[in-house]
């Protein structure tokens, strides 16, 4: 069974960090695109960041940009977001996604902002940044 699991989220003060993890089962991660998007509430999910699968080259939010990494460890079929200086704004529902991208092309933009482009999806893990 392809399964998504995320976990690192948290109740964290502003200007705090966490770092959230994507762990797949069921499948390896290798050449797969992954993205992270995030929900608060009454708002439409979002894209923060993604990955490609071929080069591991990263694409980020405006939002986000500067403050948020992420990464991808293939031997251990896990994808990371750093989050750091975080801000109340970045209060939301934060999920991974993945899909297998045409080989041969790769739209960082696409893959950014268009969560129907992924096929396999966590469940969320609540990010909180209050004082």
């Known amino acids: 069974q392809l399964q998504l699991v995320e976990s690192g989220g948290g109740l964290v003060q502003p200007g705090g960090s966490l770092r959230l993890s994507c762990a797949a089962s069921g499948f390896t991660l290798d050449y797969y695109a992954i993205g992270w998007f995030r929900q608060a509430p009454g708002k439409e999910r979002e894209g923060v960041s993604c990955?490609?699968?071929?080069?591991?080259?990263?694409y980020y939010a405006d939002s986000v940009k500067g403050r948020f990494t992420i990464s991808r460890d293939n031997a251990k079929n896990m994808v990371y977001l750093q989050m750091n200086s975080l801000e109340p704004e970045d209060t939301a529902l934060y999920y991974c996604?993945?899909?297998?991208?045409?080989?041969?092309?790769?739209?960082?933009?696409?893959?950014?902002?268009?969560?129907?482009?992924?096929?396999?999806w966590g469940q969320g893990t609540q990010v909180t940044v209050s004082s």
């Open positions: 990955i490609s699968g071929n080069d591991g080259s990263t």
């Open positions: 996604a993945a899909t297998l991208p045409d080989p041969t092309y790769f739209s960082g933009t696409y893959y950014l902002h268009y969560a129907r482009a992924y096929d396999y």
